[in-house]
């Protein structure tokens, strides 16, 4: 744990009586500080106007390589296209052996042996699970769908929560869910898969939603917390992850437990990876820059990342022909 | 009371919208007599950038249109242009010092330069295509495709010279970044205006106002711009430089001409077909 961090926090045990029942969680929950809609917009916007150039920005870049998690999350996806992903994913810019890794590989649950042949340990491979991306199916289904995944070899588990539950205020069943699925992720060696949980933060209406499903699911014992699927517009949105950051920010203090965020969809060019990071840097400090910290889940993002850095480095610039489509 | 002056603001062109240049930065633009016109935006390097990723987006759509339906655009442009003939030919009178009666010539050479070429948008295919006659049972044609995205550096000529240089480019199925001509940016900026109401999808034709050594360079390094034509620069070290940096993607280059060809003059096939390839395709026949 990073050094900041004060030696006399409660830990989560301190917790306990307000997971103890529905009524007590869900008072706990709505007694959570209401987020200042407006507010929240506004500093975003004003942290997104932030100008970072020349060494800052290449470092930005390479950091946010470093942060991507390469997503497919296609009907259509074949052995062939998630064997090509994994690739891209060691070397993204085969032209130029100093460029970075990304963080891991983003799949469904059935591809991970696939990405695991190709990647072997140098970058991490995350499966989908738990009927992702609607969370509709029954638990057992769920933790079923977790196992597989976890046995395939995945380093990361992304899990969804049942939106319906936690709308219609059954917020213990939306807890005992990701407890449940959490110990679903150990390995017979003891350790577990890296969990991350899914909002879907487009079907949860409003900022005090997040925040509520935030601690929700920090309490429940989540290594992050994820914007969304992917496949709901709006997708991460700057707001939407400023208030998950000061969740994450506010939980570290409160118990001296580190959570990550993982802001998904919708993050296309290098200038808005710019503006995430400007945020994790303002709201959480920089103990969330890193990649254990904070991910990106992105497809496109990735060559637009590339592109930028070819033209810091080339001084011209570059175009989509001489990068992979995928 | 005195009605207040209604002054036109005179931005740049690009994806069909008329953005102000990402800079914020104008520039004084004077008549032939050196008094003050009006502002210009000045374009930069990130403007061209916006530039080249709207004609990288138009161009599928543009290309993949029938070349009857090309031509049918560019008539529309000639129609348009015929109607604003006036407003042309005013302009051309404050910012090159002209005779109405000359700069009226001129704009009706640009309207028929225009229709000229929209009548070539389907019959270039016939003259320049060919089926060949191979030695096999094959069956083997050969067709002019469009380069991709063509940058330009316009000639002096703020109406006719412009249109000469960017109609041919365009009706082929290419689309354009154009960098005006530096000393009478506000014709290109009016000609948008007309491009913009003619049935010309955003992005076909993109124009940036501003200093062409600052802007052109950025457009021949691009990787992602296909062809540049140098008809604007007189500059002869500028014209090395930028065809050095175009070299890097192999880019088509059009040269800088030895000086300003006479626009009157009907132009040579070659203004197409330097930015046309020849695509020539085997099919076997008799099996």
């Known amino acids: 744990m990073p050094p900041t961090v004060p030696t006399e926090t409660p830990g989560l045990a301190a917790y306990a009586d307000v997971t103890a029942s529905n009524t007590t969680l869900r008072r706990f929950l709505h007694g959570l500080p209401g987020v200042d809609q407006v507010g929240a917009e506004a500093r975003a916007a004003s942290l997104g106007t932030r100008s970072i150039k020349t060494t800052a920005k290449a470092h930005a870049i390479e950091l946010a390589i470093t942060m991507v998690d390469l997503t497919t999350l296609e009907g259509q996806d074949t052995p062939g296209k998630v064997r090509a992903l994994a690739s891209k994913a060691l070397r993204p810019d085969p032209s130029d052996p100093t460029c970075p890794s990304v963080a891991a590989v983003c799949v469904y649950g059935d591809l991970v042996g696939e990405v695991k042949q190709i990647v072997g340990d140098r970058v991490n491979v995350a499966a989908v699970a738990t009927a992702f991306p609607s969370g509709r199916a029954s638990l057992e289904v769920k933790l079923a769908d977790t196992r597989d995944a976890v046995a395939a070899g995945a380093d990361e588990i992304d899990m969804v929560i049942d939106r319906g539950a936690f709308l219609a205020g059954h917020y213990l069943q939306v807890f005992d869910e990701i407890v449940a699925v959490k110990e679903a992720c150990r390995r017979a060696d003891g350790s577990h898969a890296h969990l991350k949980v899914i909002f879907e933060t487009g079907e949860l209406q409003t900022y005090d939603n997040v925040r509520r499903a935030s601690w929700l699911a920090m309490l429940a014992g989540t290594d992050f917390i994820k914007t969304s699927t992917g496949k709901v517009q709006p997708a991460a949105t700057l707001p939407v992850t400023l208030v998950m950051l000061e969740a994450v920010r506010d939980f570290r203090e409160a118990t001296g437990v580190q959570i990550g965020v993982k802001p998904a969809g919708g993050i296309r060019t290098s200038k808005d990876a710019i503006k995430y990071l400007v945020m994790v840097n303002e709201v959480t400090g920089p103990d969330w820059l890193t990649p254990d910290w904070f991910r990106f889940g992105a497809s496109t993002l990735l060559n637009d990342l590339l592109m930028q850095r070819t033209k810091l480095a080339t001084g011209r610039y570059s175009g989509p022909d001489y990068f992979t489509l995928d | ?287």
């Not at chain 2, 009006?38 to 374009?43: F, I, P, Q, Y």
């Not at chain 2, 014709?187 to 050594?213: H, K, Q, R, Y």
């Open chain 2, 1 to 287: 009371m005195a009605r207040v002056d209604v002054r036109k603001t005179y931005k740049l062109y690009i994806g069909g919208a008329f953005p102000r240049s990402e800079s914020g930065h104008s520039f004084e633009v004077l008549d032939a007599k050196g008094r003050f016109l009006a502002n210009a935006a000045r374009a930069t390097r990130k403007d061209a950038r916006d530039a080249v990723a709207a004609a990288r987006k138009a161009f599928p759509g543009w290309s993949g249109r029938t070349a009857y339906n090309r031509g049918q655009v560019v008539y529309r442009i000639a129609e348009v242009l015929e109607t604003r003939r006036d407003q042309f030919v005013a302009e051309l009178v404050r910012s090159e010092g002209t005779s109405a009666a000359k700069a009226g010539k001129y704009v009706d050479a640009a309207v028929d330069r225009l229709v000229w070429y929209a009548g070539w948008a389907d019959k270039i295919a016939q003259v320049v295509g060919n089926q060949n006659p191979v030695a096999g049972p094959y069956f083997n044609l050969t067709s002019p495709e469009p380069t991709g995205v063509v940058a330009v550096v316009a000639p002096a000529g703020p109406l006719l010279g412009l249109v000469s240089v960017v109609a041919p480019i365009i009706v082929t199925g290419n689309t354009a970044v154009v960098v005006a001509s530096q000393t009478h940016p506000l014709t290109a900026i009016t000609l948008a205006e007309v491009m913009a109401t003619s049935d010309l999808p955003g992005g076909v034709v993109n124009i940036l106002t501003g200093p062409t050594a600052e802007i052109a360079p950025w457009l021949a390094s691009h990787m992602d711009v296909n062809a540049i034509d140098l008809a604007g620069v007189t500059d002869a070290e500028l014209a090395t430089s930028l065809e050095v940096a175009a070299a890097d993607n192999l880019k088509r280059v059009r040269r800088a001409p030895a000086s300003e060809p006479d626009w009157l003059e009907t132009p040579a096939l070659a203004a197409m077909t330097d930015f046309l390839e020849s695509k020539t395709v085997w099919h076997p026949i008799g099996v």
